[in-house]
């Protein structure tokens, strides 16, 4: 069985402070780790995803995460956060048949 | 290449109605996905399908079925619209590899009375 932990349901961070958004997993399998964008009122993107090699994954938009094994965690972080960076973050586990499950999401929002 | 559409954006059903949700994707893929999103649920995954005419369930997919005749198109359907139904509703696609990127598309809003 898989599981996707996000304990923080919202950020608040002023723009251009760093962002790390928590994300801690559970799979009997073989591990690949996404995290997904969802903008307001549109679909899913992906922001990165760790299959396996290098732990420090970067993606677009400037952030980036690092696979811990040992902690079973993928957190993601930005060093300078913009207003445009507001926005639903999604953490996910890759399973069989490419299913992904899902974390509940975290609210990052941007003030100046 | 439009990616992965979903009609249509919106919708309201009263409670016992029926209505199908149309994915289409036209990116080859052979995977297809329905999930729903809910406030404080992230996504959970419906129906999902490993090719043309097969289907499988996924987390959560009472009152809901689905078909792929083929293969571009993945229809999930509602017999008797609940008010637990209302939902977002994304379709998604992929290739068939457990690290293939699953993409999605915009959305379907519905909302049961």
């Known amino acids: 069985a898989q599981s996707v932990t996000q304990l923080d349901s919202q950020v608040p961070v002023f723009e251009e402070a760093p962002v790390e958004l928590r994300c801690n997993y559970s799979?009997?399998?073989?591990?690949?780790l996404f995290w997904y964008v969802q903008y307001p009122n549109q679909g899913l993107q992906l922001l990165l995803k760790?299959?396996?090699?290098?732990?420090l994954v970067k993606g677009i938009n400037g952030f980036e995460a690092e696979f811990n094994k040992s902690q079973t965690s993928f957190h993601l972080r930005k060093p300078s956060v913009h207003i445009s960076d507001t926005a639903e973050y999604f953490c996910?586990?890759?399973?069989?048949?490419?299913?992904?499950?899902f974390g509940t999401g975290t609210r990052l929002q941007v003030t100046l | 290449n439009a990616g992965v559409t979903q009609t249509p954006k919106f919708r309201v059903l009263k409670t016992g109605q029926s209505m199908t949700l149309l994915c289409a994707q036209d990116?080859?893929?052979?995977?297809m996905y329905w999930y729903r999103q809910d406030p404080g649920m992230g996504l959970r995954l419906i129906h999902y399908?490993?090719?043309?005419?097969?289907?499988a369930k996924g987390e959560v997919p009472d009152g809901y079925n689905v078909s792929r005749l083929k293969k571009q198109n993945f229809l999930l359907g509602l017999e008797s619209a609940a008010p637990s139904q209302t939902s977002v509703y994304f379709c998604?696609?992929?290739?068939?590899?457990?690290?293939?990127?699953?993409?999605f598309g915009p959305g379907t809003r519905l909302t049961v009375l």
């Open positions: 998604a696609s992929s290739y068939q590899n457990p690290e293939d990127t699953q993409y």
């Open positions: 990116m080859n893929h052979e995977y």
């Open positions: 799979s009997s399998v073989s591990v690949y």
């Open positions: 399908s490993v090719g043309e005419g097969t289907t």
């Open positions: 760790y299959l396996s090699g290098s732990t």
């Open positions: 996910a586990v890759g399973g069989t048949a490419s299913k992904l499950t």
